[in-house]
């Protein structure tokens, strides 16, 4: 049973064009979530996080909104650049998991074309 | 300063053999992560350590898998009489504490393919 989902097996989208990821977890009791790029050979890089406590939050070209009634989150990049292409995890845990280990989604494949 | 190291990059082994992987965590990480990512799929949790305290072990797929964690810093994730499912990317991750405010950097991970 997967916790958290992301539908999305890829994505694609114009450079300077808005990217929109998507995520969906089920257990309630997630309250930090998280973002992470991935390129090809390397380990997953921490890109974005969010508490339960914030619907919003934002960090340059990127924004992560939380919709805790419908257990949704997406990550929002503006403008998109080429070099935003890379597979994109999202990741959730909760404070009192003692320890910090993450639930992470399927991933998404964004690519953002020139 | 250095990240977090894996080795070795790719391993190609055997149905029925052991295979050892290794990570060295980023210098005063007290917490350590293993996770896998098989085919197509997210991170799956594995393993974790803090310090000195006994390690959860609740995401290890079977007694075939074990891992150890010598001086607090480098640890070893040992899998026994791999199966052709074990063939998966094993990734390291470290923080400096296991809290959700500490962000776990990951190293490069190890594929392992099970003939």
């Known amino acids: 049973d997967q916790q958290v989902k992301q539908n999305s097996p890829s994505l694609s989208v114009q450079e300077g064009r808005i990217s929109i990821l998507n995520c969906d977890y089920t257990?309630?009791?997630?309250?930090?979530f998280l973002w992470y790029k991935k390129y090809p050979a390397e380990g997953p890089t921490f890109l974005i996080s969010?508490?339960?406590?914030?619907d919003k939050n934002e960090d340059g070209r990127f924004t992560v909104f939380l919709n805790k009634s419908a257990k949704h989150l997406s990550l929002h990049i503006v403008p998109s650049q080429p070099g935003d292409s890379a597979v994109y995890f999202c990741a959730a845990s909760w404070t009192f998991n003692a320890g910090n280990m993450l639930t992470f989604g399927g991933g998404t494949r964004l690519m953002v074309k020139p | 300063g250095a990240g977090v190291s894996q080795s070795p990059s790719n391993k190609v082994t055997e149905k029925g053999k052991d295979v050892e992987l290794r990570c060295d965590p980023i210098?005063?990480?007290?917490?350590l992560y293993w996770y896998r990512q098989s085919l197509g799929q997210g991170l799956e949790f594995l393993i974790y350590f803090q310090g000195n305290s006994a390690p959860d072990k609740s995401g290890l797929p079977s007694d075939r898998f074990s891992a150890e964690r010598t001086g607090g810093s480098v640890s070893t994730l040992t899998i026994q009489r791999t199966q052709q499912e074990d063939s998966a990317v094993y990734l390291c991750?470290?923080?400096?504490?296991?809290?959700?405010?500490?962000?776990?950097?990951f190293g490069p991970g190890t594929r392992l393919t099970v003939l």
């Open positions: 210098s005063g990480h007290t917490a």
């Open positions: 969010i508490s339960s406590i914030k």
């Open positions: 991750a470290s923080s400096l504490a296991g809290r959700t405010s500490n962000e776990q950097f």
């Open positions: 257990n309630s009791m997630f309250d930090y």
